[in-house]
């Protein structure tokens, strides 16, 4: 923990320390005479570069693997543009022009830019997780890279067209010839722009292990890349003179890939350089990448949030270019009027594209949705479904009985309430084993499932204990359908090559809005007189919840596990009335 915050203090100040040199650089370039200003910016940007590029070295001998070599790569690149740089200076110093003059030797320093391709490639990486990805199969393992092609089409063939608008469509408008100087400048600043395509196609295919350095070597990449793009501007259109901070860019590209280079920590970027690619930091706190929860490790808030945001930044990065090439193209035609169709028809080529992109995300976003649904209708049957029988859960089991006491009094309807238990589960587990018990258990499920009406509710509470709610007991007397429930339980059943005979006890509690909540039932006919009997009276406690209503079914239940008859028992009043047994507990009470 206390070497990861020194090392996060050393970025923080190497941070502050660039932007403080950048804004003295500004600083002086606007109160300097012009004859001194340029010359002390290219001779500061010089100082930024070997700075970048003395970092990048350092940092890269403090690690191993591909966190050594990416680092060492890019530092050739960035002390190559150094000796360049130190070129040009020279020359500003001596008297000669401003503008940098290429020659076919320049084309030397395609090496060191190509250091830098490979440097981008090398930095470590990750697939991207794409939760979705198994879901839709091949094809969409095939549209993702449909999609990053689109992207590199769109990105490339934007900033051609914000190049071909301002700069090289109103040279090549006049009939005048590129010199050699513009040409080499066009394939320095082309290949920098491949640097720079390369890192977005990085950021689309694989995840940066650390996202804060793969952002600021972006970030230095795209400023060397501005720089490139307006020295050569500066050259066809044949400028004499350049702006004081023209070189500037090049040189906090330099600063940003010498952040980029301390941004991890020296023992992580060992590890994550082996050949393994596994190891995790050990000071990771609670913001770590991965936590871990019970034998699985799952992505930590901050991943999955950085996650999101990198899927954002997929999303809109190819349009920033697009909208930048678009305005240009616009501007242009609303200044000179239409006199070339070439950029009109580019254009409309890459609307084309980001039209075919854009739909190719609907298609996607369309199938994720309905992923989505789907995933949370099984989260909704998964909390109020048994997961071993299907049935419903004692929780699914409960609202409904609440909704069914919510409607009473209502109509003449009454409901009834069936607890079923097995007689003999626990020796079916004893002498088969739990697999066998499990069996039975799904069986049952079906066959009481299979003894009642769709509108009826079964369900397991848990155990070998299962509850049925009869929603309309009008037609069907509750008592023949207890004696159904324990029939189909009763029938032989085959289980681990044995052949058993299991019985249930089945208790009853219903309903009835004419005679009262939970009185006793009086049978298949509503019109029969009540029981003679003068000790039996109607129940004057009336449940007012469905837990309750569930335990007189239970405490009938008990009554027929007693009884052994195989016939159902009907609750009444004296259940739980004097002298009457009730179910002992397992343990004491206080």
Not at 311 to 336: E, K
Not at 409 to 433: Q, S, T, Y
């Amino acid at each position: 923990m206390g070497h990861s915050r020194r090392r996060d203090r050393l970025f923080r100040r190497a941070a502050v320390g660039a932007a403080v040199l950048t804004g003295a650089c500004v600083v002086l370039a606007q109160v300097l005479p012009d004859s001194l200003a340029l010359s002390a910016v290219r001779l500061t940007v010089i100082g930024f570069l070997l700075l970048g590029g003395t970092t990048c070295v350092v940092a890269g001998l403090r690690r191993h693997g591909a966190e050594r070599w990416w680092r060492l790569l890019m530092a050739v690149m960035v002390l190559a543009v150094a000796v360049a740089s130190a070129a040009v200076f020279r020359d500003t110093a001596a008297g000669r022009s401003p503008v940098p003059q290429l020659t076919p030797a320049s084309l030397v320093y395609l090496i060191p830019l190509a250091m830098g391709v490979a440097g981008v490639l090398l930095y470590p990486t990750d697939p991207v997780e794409h939760d979705d990805a198994e879901d839709g199969g091949p094809l969409h393992a095939y549209r993702w890279y449909a999609i990053t092609i689109l992207d590199g089409m769109i990105v490339v063939g934007s900033v051609a067209l914000l190049v071909w608008a301002t700069v090289l469509e109103r040279t090549v408008g006049h009939g005048e010839p590129l010199g050699p100087g513009p040409l080499y400048s066009i394939i320095l600043a082309a290949v920098s722009l491949v640097v720079f395509v390369v890192l977005i196609l990085v950021a689309v295919f694989r995840e940066p292990r650390d996202s804060r350095g793969h952002a600021l070597l972006l970030a230095g990449m795209c400023a060397a890349s501005i720089s490139a793009m307006w020295e050569l501007a500066v050259l066809i259109q044949g400028l004499d003179d350049v702006l004081r901070l023209t070189d500037l860019p090049i040189g906090i590209g330099a600063l940003l890939i010498g952040l980029a280079a301390i941004s991890t920590d020296p023992d992580t970027g060992a590890a994550t350089g082996a050949a393994t690619g596994a190891a995790v930091d050990a000071d990771a706190d609670a913001d770590a990448d991965i936590v871990g929860v019970g034998l699985a490790a799952v992505p930590s808030p901050g991943r999955r949030a950085a996650s999101a945001r990198l899927r954002r930044w997929h999303a809109i990065l190819p349009y920033l270019p697009l909208t930048a090439a678009g305005a240009a193209t616009v501007l242009q035609i609303a200044g000179d009027g239409i006199g070339h169709w070439e950029e009109i028809w580019a254009l409309l080529a890459l609307l084309l594209l980001a039209l075919v992109r854009q739909m190719m995300t609907m298609s996607d976003n369309i199938r994720l949705l309905g992923q989505v649904e789907e995933k949370q209708r099984q989260l909704r049957h998964q909390a109020f479904h048994d997961p071993l029988t299907g049935l419903a859960n004692r929780s699914l089991f409960i609202d409904r009985l609440e909704r069914a006491l919510r409607r009473q009094p209502g109509p003449a309807e009454r409901f009834a309430v069936l607890f079923c238990d097995l007689d003999d589960f626990k020796r079916v587990n004893d002498v088969l084993g739990h697999a066998a018990g499990d069996d039975l258990l799904r069986i049952t499920g079906a066959r009481l499932a299979g003894c009642v009406r769709a509108a009826d509710t079964v369900a397991r509470l848990g155990g070998d204990e299962f509850a049925i709610l009869l929603v309309s007991a009008n037609t069907d007397d509750p008592e023949a359908v207890g004696r159904r429930l324990a029939a189909a339980v009763r029938a032989p059943v085959r289980l681990a090559s044995h052949t058993f005979t299991v019985a249930a006890s089945v208790g009853l509690v219903t309903v009835d809005p004419e005679t009262g909540t939970g009185a006793p039932h009086r049978g298949a006919n509503p019109d029969a007189e009540p029981d003679p009997d003068p000790d039996v009276e109607p129940d004057p406690d009336v449940p007012d919840t469905a837990e309750q209503l569930l335990h007189r079914a239970d405490l009938a239940m008990y009554a027929a596990k007693a009884r052994r008859n195989g016939e159902p028992a009907v609750y009444t009043p004296e259940l739980v009335g004097p002298g009457r047994a009730r179910p002992a507990l397992n343990v004491p009470l206080p």
